[in-house]
C-alpha cells in the first residue's frame, strides 16, 4: 500500500515568465483552484495522504496555500463564501503535509533525492503538478497506478501517446507489451530528436518509484546542463530489475507551456466549474 506521494515543486518555470517571476508556477490557478490543489486532490484520491514537497527560494506560498488563514476565515466566517474554502480545509485537516528544500534546481533526479529523508524505506508516488491530469470515470491517474503496484510491486511510469515531433520535449520509452496499455520497459531516452525517438510513448509527470531509485540517482551523473535526470536512474531500475510503463486511461494537460494551460482552464471551466454552479 502506498501512502505518501512527492511533489518536486522547486523549478524556475522559465515557460511562464513574467508570471512565474515571484510567484510559483504551481500556484497558477486553473479557474479558481491552484494547480498544485489539482495534483494533491489526485494524490489523496488514491490513498496517499502523507504529501511531501521539495520546494525552492520564492515558493512559500504553496506551503501557505495548505495551512489555515485565520484572518481570512474568521473574515468570512457565517457567510455564503465559507464554502469556497471547503476543499482546501478538508486537504488541511486529513493530509499529513510536509517540507523540505532544494537548494540549488539540479534536476528532477536531484529533487526526488532532495526529498529521500521524508521519503524513506517505501515506495511512492510523484506528481509533477504542471501535468493537470482528469482520470477516466472519476478515476485518478494515481489511483490507476497505484492499483497497478499494488499486483506488480514495482516502479512504474505514466504515458501517453504524443505527436512524433513533440517526442524532443519528453523521456520515451521503448518496451515490449504485456497487455493492454501496459509495457515493460526496456529502454529510455530523454528528449530524443524525432528519428531517434524508440517510439511515441512519451513520460508524463506521475510515477510510482520503489525506494532503490535514491542509490540509483545517487549512481547517475550529471547530464551536460548539470541536471540530474529522473529518467537516467529509472533506466538502470529497468535494466537490473522490472519498470513498468502505463498508459494511463484519462486525460493530460501539459500547464507548464501556455498552450496546454489554456486547454486546461477551457476544460476545466466546462466540466467542473460551470457544472458547479
Ligand atoms: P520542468 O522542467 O517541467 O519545470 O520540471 P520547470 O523547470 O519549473 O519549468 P520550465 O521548463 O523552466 O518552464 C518538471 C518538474 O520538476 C520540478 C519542477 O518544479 C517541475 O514540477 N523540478 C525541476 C524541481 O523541483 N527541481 C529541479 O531542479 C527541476
Given at each position: 500500500m502506498i501512502r505518501k506521494?512527492?511533489?518536486?515543486?522547486?523549478?524556475?518555470?522559465?515557460?511562464?515568465?513574467?508570471?512565474?517571476k515571484s510567484m510559483p508556477k504551481e500556484m497558477l490557478p486553473v479557474?479558481?483552484?491552484?494547480?498544485?490543489?489539482?495534483?494533491?486532490?489526485?494524490?489523496?484520491a488514491a490513498g496517499l495522504d502523507n504529501v511531501?514537497?521539495?520546494?525552492?527560494?520564492g515558493k512559500r506560498a504553496i506551503a501557505d496555500h495548505f495551512d489555515i488563514s485565520y484572518e481570512l476565515e474568521h473574515q468570512i466566517a457565517g457567510t455564503a463564501k465559507e464554502e469556497y474554502l471547503e476543499g482546501i480545509r478538508s486537504l488541511i485537516d486529513n493530509v499529513n503535509f510536509s517540507f523540505t528544500r532544494q537548494h540549488n534546481m539540479l534536476g528532477l533526479g536531484?529533487?526526488?533525492?532532495t526529498g529521500e529523508p521524508l521519503i524513506g524505506d517505501e515506495a511512492f508516488g510523484v506528481v509533477l503538478a504542471d501535468d493537470l491530469c482528469i482520470g477516466e470515470d472519476g478515476v485518478s491517474v494515481m489511483e490507476q497506478m497505484a492499483k497497478l503496484y499494488k499486483q506488480f510491486r514495482c516502479s512504474i511510469v505514466a504515458i501517453q501517446e504524443?505527436?512524433?515531433?513533440?517526442?524532443?520535449?519528453?523521456?520515451?520509452?521503448?518496451?515490449?507489451?504485456?497487455?493492454?496499455?501496459?509495457?515493460?520497459?526496456?529502454?529510455?531516452?530523454?528528449?530524443?530528436?524525432k528519428e531517434d525517438a524508440p517510439s511515441n510513448l512519451a513520460i508524463i509527470g506521475r510515477y510510482i518509484l520503489t525506494p532503490?531509485?535514491?542509490?540509483?540517482?545517487?549512481?547517475?551523473?550529471?547530464?551536460?546542463?548539470?541536471?540530474?535526470?529522473?529518467?537516467d536512474a529509472i533506466l538502470r531500475?529497468?535494466?537490473?530489475?522490472?519498470?513498468?510503463?502505463?498508459?494511463?486511461?484519462?486525460?493530460r494537460f501539459d500547464c507548464g507551456s501556455v498552450?496546454?494551460?489554456?486547454?486546461?482552464?477551457?476544460?476545466?471551466?466546462?466540466?467542473?466549474?460551470?457544472?458547479?454552479?
Open positions: 506521494c512527492l511533489f518536486p515543486v522547486a523549478g524556475y518555470g522559465t515557460r511562464f515568465l513574467p508570471a512565474t479557474v479558481n483552484k491552484p494547480l498544485v490543489q489539482y495534483g494533491v486532490e489526485e494524490a489523496v511531501t514537497f521539495v520546494t525552492g527560494r536531484h529533487a526526488i533525492l504524443v505527436p512524433e515531433d513533440e517526442v524532443h520535449k519528453y523521456g520515451v520509452i521503448a518496451g515490449d507489451s504485456m497487455m493492454e496499455g501496459l509495457f515493460r520497459v526496456t529502454d529510455m531516452v530523454e528528449k530524443p530528436k532503490d531509485i535514491f542509490d540509483k540517482i545517487r549512481e547517475t551523473p550529471p547530464g551536460a546542463n548539470g541536471e540530474v535526470q529522473i529518467t531500475q529497468a535494466k537490473e530489475g522490472c519498470v513498468l510503463a502505463y498508459k494511463f486511461k484519462g486525460r498552450e496546454g494551460f489554456v486547454d486546461a482552464t477551457n476544460y476545466c471551466f466546462e466540466h467542473f466549474y460551470k457544472q458547479s454552479k
